[in-house]
């Protein structure tokens, strides 16, 4: 399998990517990587931090799409940045999979655009992981891509989502909550309650009806679905119980677990190929697991999983 690799996006880039794909090729790997940035800043880096270069290829980006830019924009004008190069390599078919923890837009709307949304799929959507109280983990989606959904996009993330937590997480049969105001049927706004009727009726999934947020962290529901303005309130929560715990140096196993780079990246789920969008101040850690998750995306067709279930 190949996987590319925007070296040139995020704060600490190129060198914490560099430090990531050392980690990655220090344990048992099957991956050829393809590095796009500055080949002369990769090479030196590369060279001085020892990393075996037998599985890598260095593919020289002129330009790079910053932080601040203008997606759209950026990526029609910028056809020679990393990021551009790494869709153009997926769309390709050179790589299998295409991961960057840079300009977050430039990679939703090159996902969209580039790579072309799964037969039968209404919307794409991200997701994230949540760590339970009990130990295990569940999926939150929608956490910001559709802000405004319709009760039919939130039937389709709750298919994909069961795949994804199935062939990622080993959940054999998770289980679907509505996130809501209230547990009762016919609670919650106008979107919940045309949403409900949707999920109860879906035999691909096992809904267990509406959850609240009380039940985020526990173990009440595997696959949590909402619409993207809700959800990424959720994630911004919880990345704050981490940044908090770690300010007032609390060891707290659990919220240890909060730690973004425990998990890499956040996968675009609906798209035709797996791509992974990282956290702008993503280290070492987090480039190594997103190589991972995409690694795992591809090795078990995720994607392609989903596409069969939606049909």
């Known amino acids: 399998m190949n996987i590319g690799l925007d070296m040139m996006g995020g704060d600490f880039a190129p060198l914490e990517a560099v430090k990531g794909v050392q980690q990655y090729l220090a344990e048992n790997t099957t991956a050829n990587l393809f590095l796009i940035g ?21 593919i020289h980006a002129d330009q790079v799409i910053g932080m601040q830019e203008h997606p759209t924009k950026a990526l029609k004008e910028k056809q020679q940045s990393s990021i551009a190069i790494g869709f ?7 790589t299998d999979a295409f991961i960057s923890a840079g ?6 709307v090159g996902a969209l655009f580039s790579i072309k949304a799964v ?11 949540i760590p339970k109280e009990n130990g295990g983990a569940g999926i939150l989606l929608d956490v910001g891509l559709n802000a405004d959904c319709k009760p ?11 795949v994804y937590a199935q062939l990622i997480l080993g959940i054999e049969n998770p289980r679907v909550g509505l996130m809501n105001v209230g547990e009762e049927e016919g609670k919650g706004n106008l979107l919940a309650q045309a949403t409900y009727p ?4 879906n035999k691909q999934i096992n ?9 985020v962290l526990v173990d009440k529901a595997d696959v949590m679905v909402c619409e993207g303005f809700t959800g990424n309130i959720i994630l911004k929560l919880a990345e704050t119980l981490y940044e908090i715990s770690h300010r007032r140096q609390l060891k707290d196993e659990y919220f240890d677990r909060f730690n973004f780079e425990n998990y890499g990246g956040t996968p675009v789920l609906g798209v035709a190929k797996p791509v992974i969008i990282g956290h702008g101040i993503s280290g070492a850690k987090a480039f190594n697991n997103m190589i991972r998750v995409a690694e795992k995306m591809i090795e078990k067709d995720v994607l392609g999983k989903m596409k069969d279930a939606l049909q």
């Open 88 to 94: 153009h390599l997926l769309a390709t078919g050179k």
């Open 38 to 58: 500055n080949k002369e800043q990769i090479n030196a880096l590369l060279q001085e931090h020892k990393v075996p270069t037998g599985s890598i290829n260095v």
């Open 207 to 215: 809904f267990i009806g509406n959850i609240e947020g009380r039940d």
């Open 198 to 201: 949707l999920l109860k009726e």
């Open 152 to 162: 039919e996009q939130l039937n389709q993330f709750a298919v994909m989502g069961s």
């Open 119 to 129: 037969e039968g799929v209404l919307r794409p959507t991200i997701s994230t992981i």
């Open 103 to 108: 300009n977050t837009g430039a990679m939703l």
